[in-house]
């Protein structure tokens, strides 16, 4: 080496253009850093493969792959580590599967490869996630065995018609729903409202427009998770005021009055019902002199109303006029 100092070799290594001087310092020095910097200046595949293989820092190999620009290279170096196994080469895989990527089509058929054949989940799911090509995609959420490929390829793709099929037949219910997520077509998600586990037919629920479909959800669904993501969706005042006056499960009141805008509508709220759906409307009614004219002179309203305003504690004593 040119020098004991660890300066003059950074120095060295920064200024050299020379293959066999880079090679020297990337294979020999001690210092990581110097090899880093070494192995930043080398163009050499295979150079470069061996260094990825054999040089004890992480990120000296990562650094290494970042300069390999053979999509057959990085697909034959991937192949090696993954026989030798070792569980530390998973951040050199990975910087190898981003590689990869950078490499347009030939870089999609190998990530492909990679999701196909790859026996560890860690590593298929790091490759489809870089996968763009949409045939690709589809082809591997249809057909492939495992559900974390499946779902993340749901993720990407945007073909309603493949998306609906996973939605009604994939076997898994994570992969059904991440496809529901994405679902614009309003029969098939009143389909799967209907007929799923109950947090995938929520899921549905949240993308369902029509409103007449939301209210007979809200109304005779089994599921009060599932009603209540409809009661959230409905704008009809009448249906809303009907659920919060005579629904059993007090649970949608919050969601209910907050769909309801009509303020005569709260107003007559806060005269039937219990505290906290008188507190819950009076934020919506927001005006402290019809609230005060209600409290005054509806003794239930007065004694519901929980409100810190002095001037509003003095009126219910008729302290003020």
């Known amino acids: 080496m040119d020098g004991y100092n660890l300066n003059d070799r950074l120095n060295s290594v920064r200024d050299t253009t020379s293959e066999k001087k880079l090679k020297r310092y990337a294979l020999d020095d001690y210092s990581e850093k110097v090899r880093e910097i070494a192995v930043s200046k080398i163009t050499d595949p295979a150079l470069l493969c061996y260094i ?136 098939a998600l009143v389909e799967i409202a209907s007929n799923d586990f109950h947090w995938i037919r929520r899921e549905a629920v949240k993308r369902i427009t029509n409103q007449e479909v939301l209210v007979e959800i809200a109304l005779d669904n089994q599921e ?16 809303l005021v009907d659920i919060l006056l005579n629904d059993s499960y007090d649970d949608f009141s919050d969601d209910a009055i907050e769909g309801i805008s009509d303020k005569e509508v709260l107003l007559e709220i806060l005269s039937v019902k219990s505290p906290n759906f008188v507190r819950n409307a009076a934020d919506k009614i927001n005006d402290q002199l019809i609230l005060l004219d209600l409290a005054l002179s509806n003794e239930s309203v007065a004694e519901n109303l929980d409100m810190e305003s002095e001037i509003f504690y003095k009126a219910l004593k008729k302290e003020v006029s």
Do not use: C, P
């Open 52 to 187: 990825v293989k054999n040089d004890r820092s992480i990120n000296v190999a990562k650094r290494a792959v970042q300069n390999i620009d053979d999509e057959e290279a990085l697909y034959n170096l991937f192949m090696e580590l993954s026989k030798i196994g070792i569980t530390q080469y998973h951040e050199i895989y990975s910087a190898i599967i981003e590689k990869i990527a950078s490499h347009a089509i030939a870089g999609e058929k190998i990530l492909a490869e990679i999701v196909l054949n790859d026996s560890r989940w860690a590593i298929r799911r790091e490759a489809v996630i870089k996968i763009t090509n949409q045939k690709v995609l589809v082809e591997l959420a249809l057909n492939h065995s495992d559900d974390i490929v499946r779902k993340e390829a749901v993720k990407k793709i945007a073909n309603q018609e493949v998306l609906v099929e996973i939605a009604l037949n994939d076997s898994d219910a994570n992969v059904r729903q991440e496809a529901v997520k994405k679902i614009a077509n309003q029969e």
């Open 224 to 239: 009060n998770d599932v009603r209540r993501e409809a009661v959230k969706r409905i704008t009809n005042q009448e249906v």
